[in-house]
Every structure is written in structure tokens, then in C-alpha cells.
């Protein structure tokens, strides 16, 4: 992805999104980290239209806070 992102025209900000995506969630250790990386996962639905996706950072917030 690295090296196809500067030929991208259309999608390159969420390629360059997805990329931080990657490093972070390598990074993770903790539930906030989690929630974190969700909501940026929420950024790139906001770039993407999708109608399937029901599960936000919103909805892993409210499920983690059960436990």
C-alpha cells in the first residue's frame, strides 16, 4: 500500500488513513488504544460509503463498558 499510495488519485487520504491504521493497531495494548483505533476506522467510513456497517467506536465503547 506504501508504495501505491502516491499514484492514487481518488482514495489516496484513505489509503494514507488506513496505513496509520495499520501502525497503530500494532501498537495496541490497551481498551483505549481499542477504542482509539475504532474511531479511526470511523474517520475512513466517513471517506467510504457504507450502508452495512453497524458496529462504531460508539457501539465497542458501550460493549467494553459492560465489562
Do not use: H
Not at 482514495?11 to 477504542?35: C, E, G, P, S, Y
Not at 467510504?48 to 458496529?55: A, D, E, P, T, V
Amino acid at each position: 500500500l506504501k508504495q501505491v499510495t502516491p499514484y492514487l488519485i481518488f482514495k489516496r487520504k484513505q489509503a494514507q488513513l488506513f496505513l496509520q491504521v495499520i501502525q497503530k493497531k500494532a501498537k495496541m495494548k490497551t481498551v483505549n488504544d481499542f477504542i482509539a483505533l475504532a474511531k479511526m476506522i470511523d474517520n475512513l467510513e466517513q471517506l467510504n460509503y457504507s450502508k452495512k456497517r453497524r458496529i462504531t467506536s460508539k457501539v465497542i465503547s458501550e460493549s467494553l463498558k459492560k465489562f
